[in-house]
């Protein structure tokens, strides 16, 4: 995404451009031992049933961490598709989380808010009134879209507890593209 380019040159922000431009459904996991076909499969079913359904923009999601773009509500409201098909994903997916995950609590335990990330982690706490300003100002999506194209990616790194997103490397396993009519 260009904006990613933007921040990168104006605040020297990298974090959020290491990843595809992308809205997650479901966030980072320790996958248990094993194959991940066993998982593949499980994805495929929820993904055979589902159509493709609407995202909105809704203002900026920000955080201590991070400012987004959110795509979680319509017109002040849940989205509810996203969030019903969020759930069909979560319950392929949770019996192939690991026990000793680091990320259950930050994705799991929190109320979902769906976002696309513009800015991410490396944010200096000096500098994040002056970023979400240049973002206010930017030349962001703002009309709806269809989700229809979904990604499960394979994210590598030594360092999850320190600035992993300095050494992020990812693998796509597989895509799913969604057709027919909005549900």
Not at 43 to 52: C, H, M, S, W, Y
Not at 60 to 88: C, H, M, Q, T, W
Not at 96 to 124: K, M, Q, W, Y
Not at 143 to 160: D, K
């Amino acid at each position: 995404m260009e904006i990613h380019q933007m921040l990168r040159k104006q605040f020297g922000l990298t974090a959020a451009g290491r990843f595809q431009v992308h809205a997650t459904v479901k966030g980072f996991f320790k996958k248990v031992e094993g194959p991940v076909e066993p998982l593949v499969e499980r994805l495929d079913g929820v993904f055979a049933e589902q159509r493709p359904f609407p995202i909105y923009f809704s203002g900026y999601r920000n955080d201590e961490i991070g400012i987004g773009l959110n795509v979680s509500l319509i017109e002040e409201k849940p989205n509810e598709e996203l969030y019903a098909f969020r759930e069909r994903v979560v319950t392929a997916v949770r019996p192939f989380i690991a026990p000793d995950c680091n990320f259950v609590t930050s994705d799991l335990g929190n109320p979902f808010e769906a976002h696309i990330t513009l800015a991410f982690r490396d944010i200096p706490l000096s500098l994040y009134d002056d970023v979400l300003a240049y973002l206010v100002e930017a030349p962001l999506p703002t009309t709806p879209f269809m989700a229809r194209a979904f990604h499960f990616l394979e994210f590598f790194n030594e360092e999850w507890d320190g600035r992993w997103w300095q050494t992020l490397t990812w693998r796509l396993i597989k895509s799913w593209y969604l057709t027919g009519l909005a549900v």
